[in-house]
């Protein structure tokens, strides 16, 4: 039997991805990027012989541990090729749509405002 590796509520699959059962498991840092997308930091930019001609190969890394290996024409700005690993999925094949995310991540800060408010009120109360 394969051995299980779980991350939190999530289990990570043998490519290294985390994966969730459900956007409520979802840490807050994955949560903003299944809204917003990923923040992607470009690494270093190497030259090296491709497609019968040069080309520049990059990879982009999230915070939220996915990379991105991209390969460019360096004339033309096109994409040659665009690879993906590492970061977050969801185990069944449906993922949740952006909106989903948005209200997730939405209703997770507004908890925490509400939060913050009731605290703010307890202290002003006490020392006022
Ligand atoms: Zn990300």
């Known amino acids: 039997m394969a051995k299980i590796k779980r991350a939190g509520k999530g289990i990570v699959d043998k490519s290294g991805v985390t994966r969730w059962g459900s956007i409520h498991d979802v840490p807050d840092p994955f949560l903003f990027c299944l809204a917003w997308n990923h923040a992607w930091d470009v690494g270093e930019v190497v030259e090296r012989p491709g497609w019968g001609t040069k080309v520049w190969e990059a990879i982009g890394s999230c915070d939220c541990g996915r990379r991105r290996k991209d390969v460019i024409d360096p004339l033309s700005g096109g994409l040659h090729s665009r690879?993906?690993?590492?970061?977050?999925?969801?185990?069944?094949?449906?993922?949740?749509?952006?909106?989903?995310?948005?209200?997730?991540?939405?209703?997770?800060?507004?908890?925490?405002?509400?939060?913050?408010?009731?605290?703010?009120?307890?202290?002003?109360?006490?020392?006022?």
């Open 83 to 128: 690879q993906y690993t590492g970061g977050h999925g969801f185990l069944s094949k449906s993922r949740p749509d952006k909106k989903v995310a948005r209200l997730e991540y939405f209703r997770r800060k507004r908890a925490r405002q509400e939060e913050l408010a009731r605290m703010q009120k307890k202290s002003e109360s006490e020392t006022g």
